[in-house]
């Protein structure tokens, strides 16, 4: 009977200390242990780390928002105080959690109480006086637990103001955030219809500008020409004085070039005033490259030339060695490149007589003709714009301009795409003066390019004509090629 008292006193007492704890921690939802020191008090151990009560979290957290919110913009403000709000809304929720706690407590320590009663006359002596120091905690739980009760219900107060002045900041955030996005809304659309007003102003600037711009160039452009012909109609331009100079100079020039001829014919009347009487036929013209020597009567008693036989010669100025320009038979013979420096004779044939005139002097080079030629010489090609005027002998119809290439290697004579002759330099090829008489002579030149072929073609201008021959007989004595006229000596 005794034993079983005992064990059944110790399974009771060990129950209720392990069903009934003295405190409770409300962060972590358990009981904390306590231990019984020295005249019967209850004593919390020290093993766990203390916590911080929820009072000053809640404070510590509140500083905080309060110390950032200068810094923070207001979307930030309004999520930190959502989250102070959610973190009210937890400690509540703890609160309550320790409320039911603590309701569980009292239920539990009336239940001990009432079993430690019910076994006071039960329990023998020797465990009488654990039942007693049992029944002493007991009471003390009863008592403390009322306290601590008071004081939870005091900080669920606090935390229930805290949670609604943190609720009304979270809606005042969220206000104020929605009236500055309304602000910043109503300052973009504004900002968009300013850039809107100020790229519309800019364009029709732009267009003013366009607008302006146009007619003021074509205003420039009106006074420019104008001023240009103000200044054709008063100054004369450096160029048209130039030409107007070059003209002067070369009417001097054949003004002193057929008084030199003049001057030479009478020389020679002087020295054998015999010959000169009986003499009925002179040269008449300029005795230079790029002029005309036709053979003129000078009394009426003597025949018609065109009812004479004519020959051209020409003579060496050294020598008097005399050479038979082939095909120049016409009372009009137009010198070429190569009759400069010799002298020309024409012999001039009228029944069983014949009658001999002669250039005074050698003929003259034309002026600034060397140096033009050596300017196209750098060029690996040159074009001439020439018209085809007889071919095989043939007079030809007028036709289109042709266009005569002068190569370095070979000649080419084209209409538009069409190949008309295109030979390289060889010793079948002839090229010289016309020497079929006419108006147009000291402009045109024969070419035979192949056997079988050759053209009299005419040139712009009695300059190109002349250097369309120079140039061709430089090119193809580099080619070790000597260009003449039919029957003309190439050597000497």
Request: one cysteine or more; proline letters at 4%.
């Amino acid at each position: 009977m005794t034993r079983v008292a005992r064990d059944y006193g110790d399974k009771l007492h060990n129950e209720a200390f392990r069903s009934v704890p003295l405190h409770t921690n409300f962060l972590m939802n358990r009981f904390p242990n306590y231990k019984i020191g020295t005249k019967n008090i209850a004593i919390e151990p020290n093993g766990d780390p203390e916590v911080p009560p929820l009072k000053e979290i809640v404070a510590k957290e509140t500083a905080d928002l309060l110390d950032r919110r200068q810094r923070l913009s207001v979307r930030e403000l309004a999520k930190k105080f959502e989250k102070g709000l959610y973190t009210a809304t937890l400690l509540s929720n703890e609160v309550k959690w320790g409320q039911v706690a603590l309701l569980e407590r009292d239920v539990l320590v009336d239940k001990l109480r009432n079993v430690l009663d019910s076994l006071r006359g039960r329990v023998v002596s020797k465990n009488r006086d654990e039942l007693e120091s049992s029944i002493s905690m007991a009471e003390k739980l009863a008592v403390q637990l009322p306290q601590r009760e008071g004081e939870l219900l005091q900080q669920k107060a606090e935390v229930k103001k805290l949670a609604t002045s943190l609720k009304l900041a979270s809606e005042d955030a969220k206000r104020i955030v929605d009236e500055e996005r309304v602000n910043a809304r109503i300052e973009i659309e504004s900002a968009r219809a300013a850039v809107q007003r100020v790229q519309q102003a800019l364009h029709e600037h732009e267009e003013l500008s366009r607008r302006t711009e146009k007619q003021d160039v074509q205003e420039l452009k009106t006074e420019v020409q104008a001023a240009r012909r103000i200044k054709m109609l008063h100054y004369r331009s450096k160029v048209m004085d130039m030409e107007n100079e070059i003209q002067v100079l070369r009417a001097q020039f054949a003004e002193k070039a057929s008084l030199s001829v003049q001057l030479r014919k009478e020389l020679t009347m002087r020295k054998s005033p015999k010959e000169n009487k009986d003499r009925i036929y002179e040269l008449e013209g300029l005795e230079s490259l790029g002029s005309c020597l036709h053979i003129i009567r000078r009394t009426n008693t003597a025949p018609n030339v065109s009812d004479c036989l004519i020959q051209w010669y020409r003579i060496q100025p050294v020598g008097s060695k005399i050479e038979l320009i082939s095909g120049a038979t016409k009372p009009v013979y137009a010198p070429e490149p190569f009759d400069v420096g010799r002298f020309l004779q024409a012999e001039i044939t009228f029944g069983d007589d014949s009658v001999t005139v002669k250039t005074a002097g050698p003929i003259d080079p034309a002026a600034g003709l060397g140096s033009y030629v050596e300017e196209l010489v750098r060029k690996p090609e040159t074009e001439f714009n020439v018209v085809v005027v007889q071919e095989n002998g043939n007079d030809c119809d007028v036709d289109p301009i042709h266009v005569l290439n002068i190569g370095r290697l070979r000649m080419k004579l084209s209409r538009g795409k069409a190949v008309v002759a295109k030979e390289f330099y060889s010793s079948s090829m002839q090229l010289c003066g016309a020497r079929g008489g006419g108006n147009a002579a000291a402009q045109t030149l024969f070419w035979r390019p192949k056997k079988g072929l050759h053209l009299t073609l005419a040139f712009e201008s009695v300059r190109e004509r002349n250097a369309a021959i120079m140039l061709a007989r430089r090119f193809a004595i580099d080619c070790n090629i000597m260009l003449a006229g039919p029957g003309d000596r190439t050597t000497g």
